[in-house]
Antibody, heavy 120, light 108 residues
Framework: QVQLVQSGAEVKKTGASVKVSCKTS????????IHWVRQAPGQGLEWMGW????????HYAPSLQGRVIMTTDTSTSTAYMELGSLRSDDTAVYYC?????????????WGEGTMVTVSS | EIVLTQSPATLSLSPGERATLSCRAS??????LAWYQQKPGQAPRLLIF???KRATGIPARFSGSGSGTDFTLTISSLEPEDSAFYHC??????????FGGGTKVEIK
């Protein structure tokens, strides 16, 4: 079955960077895109961006442009999200999710989430 | 940016009752709207996509309707396991996707 397994929790200092991984299995990685979504404590969901599996094309939310970089490693079927210049309001659970069907689709299924805590 | 407004913020109902959740868009999103269910401590799960299509494995008591700016998620007969947050999302403005603020459904 399709699985997305994310890296473990991170604690970072303000101004640092964090890189979260999302290792996938159970499907052909290059046939689907990956979304990244985050959720601050007690808050709603925020779409961060998307990366195409087969060529690494990306689209980022304007609010994160310049701070976020999404990449893939097709040899290991793994997607990565790196967020730089971390601030306290970047404290959140970060989720990866696959396109439901093919390219550019709804997010389904999702990884379990990675907690990132940013403190000074 | 298309803003999605969900109401009510919290819905408290008894098992067997009908739940009606609303999602209103600041401009038309056609039928490009989805609903996700999120239980505490868990990742979201896709329930409904393209406004009215049930995702794989979703029980028939969940249904979606609407188009343009007004959408509804209906749970026809609440079960205790339906206690969760429900989020709507639009993708009509791809490549900028947005979520609503969420509705919490509590089972009395």
């Amino acid at each position: 079955q399709v699985q997305l397994v994310q890296s473990g929790a991170e604690v970072k200092k303000t101004g640092a960077s964090v890189k979260v991984s999302c290792k996938t299995s159970g499907y052909t990685f290059t046939n689907f895109g990956i979304h990244w979504v985050r959720q601050a404590p007690g808050q709603g969901l925020e779409w961060m961006g998307w990366i195409r599996g087969y060529n690494g094309n990306t689209h980022y939310a304007p609010s994160l442009q310049g701070r976020v970089i999404m990449t893939t490693d097709t040899s290991t079927s793994t997607a990565y999200m790196e967020l730089g210049s971390l601030r306290s309001d970047d404290t959140a659970v970060y989720y990866c999710a696959r396109d439901r069907s093919g390219d550019v689709d709804w997010a389904d299924p999702w990884g379990e989430g990675t907690m990132v805590t940013v403190s000074s | 940016e298309i803003v999605l407004t969900q109401s009510p913020a919290t819905l408290s109902l008894s098992p067997g009752e009908r739940a009606t959740l609303s999602c209103r868009a600041s401009q038309s999103v056609s039928s490009s709207l989805a609903w996700y269910q999120q239980k505490p401590g868990q990742a979201p799960r896709l329930l409904i996509f393209d406004a009215s299509k049930r995702a794989t494995g979703i029980p028939a008591r969940f249904s979606g309707s609407g188009s343009g700016t007004d959408f509804t998620l209906t749970i026809s007969s609440l079960e205790p396991e339906d206690s969760a947050f429900y989020h709507c999302q639009q993708r009509n403005s791809w490549p900028l996707l947005t979520f609503g603020g969420g509705t919490k459904v509590e089972i009395k």
